[in-house]
């Protein structure tokens, strides 16, 4: 069993950052790939990004390429996303995930294993 949980979350302008956060308990967190999901208010849960569960690949839809890095502290069991350039349209509820052994790609909502409570970004124009 892993429980996830989020913080980082909050109200930023158009063009700003936040730092999102994803503490894992359990000592099996590196076994498990991690990733991000976002879901916007009447929309469906969409894939933003994940990590492979050995650190070495990564995998970002196309809207969030070159803006935000996801990234593993396995001594922490935490992952991190890190939003740059922060868009209207990247407002949404951030949903931390956990794929065990699984490779960069995207990911469906029903491949996750694991899911965090989910953490709102807002961000204003």
């Known amino acids: 069993q892993v429980q996830l949980v989020e913080s980082g979350g909050g109200l930023v302008q158009a063009g700003g950052s936040l730092r999102l956060s994803c503490a894992a308990s359990?000592?099996?967190?590196?076994?498990?790939?991690m990733g991000w999901f976002r879901q916007a208010p009447g929309k469906e849960r969409e894939f933003v990004t994940a990590?492979?569960?050995?650190?070495?690949?990564?995998y970002y839809t196309d809207s969030v390429k070159g803006r935000f890095t996801i990234s593993r502290d396995n001594a922490k069991n935490t992952a991190y996303l890190q939003m740059n350039s922060l868009k209207p349209e990247d407002t949404a509820v951030y949903y931390c995930?956990?794929?065990?052994?699984?490779?960069?790609?995207?990911?469906?909502?029903?491949?996750?294993?694991?899911w965090g409570q989910g953490t709102q970004v807002t961000v204003s124009s």
């Open positions: 990590l492979s569960w050995t650190g070495g690949s990564t």
């Open positions: 359990g000592r099996t967190f590196s076994t498990y790939g």
């Open positions: 995930a956990a794929n065990r052994y699984a490779t960069s790609y995207s990911w469906s909502p029903g491949q996750v294993d694991y």
